[in-house]
């Protein structure tokens, strides 16, 4: 049932990537936060998600389980960059109880696309971490995908993935 769910995250995340592959911007601000208005979108959408982004940033510095369930979708996919996938129960348990402790979070080159009741945001993830008590530095490629869902943006999926090695 697990590889069933994730394989319907994963088609739902292809149909809403394809919507928004006609998106060619290119903001090359390390610091700056773009944004790519789509049919049926506001700024207040936009906002909005950027806000539930800074929600998710928030519960992953400071886990709370009220927050991680309030903004996850029941239906999440939530992938790492090292290949493992967590539903939204795993996500929420591997936060709190899980080795690793986030010191710090931020995030750059941060680009939002609404499209109706969906945003997929990319951004690169920076983050200071202990693993089971061992200094972390993270630096990784983020594709997030939100999820309106009773008027507020729910987290749907999340892919990470790592940056490749800049060319010699």
């Given at each position: 049932?697990?590889?069933?769910?994730?394989?319907?995250?994963?088609?739902?995340?292809?149909?809403?990537?394809?919507?928004?592959?006609?998106?060619?911007?290119?903001?090359?601000?390390?610091?700056?936060?773009?944004?790519?208005?789509?049919?049926?979108?506001?700024?207040?959408?936009?906002?909005?998600?950027?806000?539930?982004?800074?929600?998710l940033k928030?519960?992953?510095?400071?886990?709370?389980?009220?927050?991680?369930?309030?903004?996850?979708?029941?239906?999440?996919?939530?992938?790492?960059?090292?290949?493992?996938?967590?539903?939204?129960?795993?996500?929420?348990?591997?936060?709190?109880?899980?080795?690793?402790?986030?010191?710090?979070?931020?995030?750059?080159?941060?680009?939002?696309?609404?499209?109706?009741?969906?945003?997929?945001?990319?951004?690169?993830?920076?983050?200071?971490?202990?693993?089971?008590?061992?200094?972390?530095?993270?630096?990784?490629?983020?594709?997030?995908?939100?999820?309106?869902?009773s008027g507020?943006?729910?987290?749907?999926?999340?892919?990470?993935?790592?940056?490749?090695?800049?060319a010699k």
């Amino acid at each position: 049932m697990r590889n069933l769910r994730n394989i319907l995250g994963l088609l739902t995340l292809l149909a809403i990537v394809s919507c928004g592959q006609n998106d060619t911007s290119n903001n090359s601000s390390a610091s700056d936060t773009s944004s790519v208005a789509m049919a049926g979108s506001s700024p207040e959408d936009e906002s909005a998600v950027a806000a539930a982004v800074d929600s998710l940033k928030k519960g992953i510095l400071d886990p709370e389980k009220a927050l991680l369930e309030k903004i996850s979708s029941d239906a999440l996919s939530y992938g790492h960059s090292g290949g493992k996938v967590q539903t939204k129960a795993e996500f929420v348990e591997d936060l709190l109880n899980g080795p690793f402790d986030f010191l710090s979070v931020t995030t750059s080159n941060q680009k939002i696309m609404v499209t109706g009741k969906n945003a997929i945001v990319r951004h690169t993830f920076i983050a200071k971490a202990t693993n089971a008590g061992v200094p972390v530095d993270l630096n990784i490629g983020n594709l997030l995908v939100w999820r309106k869902e009773s008027g507020q943006w729910k987290l749907i999926a999340r892919q990470a993935f790592k940056v490749p090695e800049p060319a010699k």
